[in-house]
């Protein structure tokens, strides 16, 4: 890849990871934060000794695998997976890639226990998430969108980038307004959509029961995240084609009978246009 196109990824990873805020208290010295890092890359030495640079396609070929892993796993469509890594981490080759295995620039929160790596960003020695391997990053990035004001994607067929593309956006994922252009740029630039695939009514509705529920054993985590707290508290919601109670109660964080209590509803029947009350 000509030099041009790595300084622009570069460039883009670097203002992408303004979309995870950190929640808990960043107020560390420079001391505290250098002494810190040099720890952490002491303890890579060996990989950060032997690292080589990556261009956009290597770094697609490296990591294809896990990305498409990570979609059959969870219905994140791998062309996501991999247009959100190159473009947050500068195609493998940002700072914290390279020292922390950090892919997707994702900040320490209240629930993070692992270790950590300071690094200006919003903030002065913002806090990032520290990974003993790359691969690693990848499934914590899974983890990190099965929370309660991302759920209504998992929602969405698996190769349907572009609804995740806006859905991201829409949900706070990312401060920049063209993220969405951005991500689907790549995709197409590289074919990454190439490597998503469609999957049958019944495989869709086993694979969100699945995360569905992953989520709601998440949702106590996600309050605790800066970007859900984030999240507008429109109480509110609209009844869209497609909908139903129970996928409506699982993208807000409910159980049905709550939805139906909130609602004063005596069954399960909604139609389109109809107005509920989501949150408590």
């Known amino acids: 890849m000509r030099k041009s196109g790595f300084l ?50 290597q770094y697609i070929e490296r990591f294809k695998a896990i990305a498409i892993q990570e979609m059959n796993l969870y219905g994140i469509p791998a062309s996501i997976t991999l247009a959100q890594g190159l473009y947050e981490s500068g195609s493998g080759n940002s700072e914290l890639a390279k020292n922390a295995n950090n892919h997707f620039g994702i900040k320490c929160t209240s629930d993070w226990k692992g270790k950590s790596y300071y690094k200006d960003d919003d903030n002065k020695n913002d806090c990032f998430r520290v990974y003993d391997r790359p691969e690693d990053s990848f499934r914590d990035h899974s983890n990190f969108l099965k929370r309660k004001n991302y759920a209504h994607l998992f929602e969405l067929d698996k190769n349907d980038y572009q609804g995740w593309a806006y859905g991201l956006k829409a949900a706070g994922y990312a401060t920049n307004p063209r993220y969405p252009q951005l991500l689907i740029g790549i995709i197409q630039k ?29 949702i106590g985590k996600a309050n605790q995240d800066s970007i859900a707290q984030a999240t507008p508290g429109n109480k509110l919601y609209t009844v869209q084609t497609g909908d139903t109670l129970y996928n409506i109660s699982k993208r807000f964080g409910l159980t049905v009978d709550e939805l139906k209590t909130l609602n004063s509803m005596a069954d399960n029947n909604i139609k389109i246009g109809q107005q509920l009350v989501v949150a408590k």
């Not at 622009?8 to 303004?18: V, W």
């Not at 590289?190 to 989520?215: A, S, W």
Request: aromatic letters at 8%; one cysteine or more.
């Open 8 to 57: 622009l990824f570069s460039i883009l990873g670097l203002s992408a990871c303004t979309a995870h805020k950190l929640t808990v208290d960043s107020s560390i010295s420079n001391r505290q934060a250098q002494r810190n890092n040099q720890e952490i890359q002491a303890e890579h030495r060996d990989a950060i000794n032997n690292y080589q640079s990556y261009t956009s396609l």
């Open 190 to 218: 590289y074919n990454l959509d190439q490597y998503d695939r469609p999957e049958g009514t019944v495989q869709k509705i086993k694979r969100e029961d699945r995360v569905f529920t992953q989520i709601d054993q998440n």
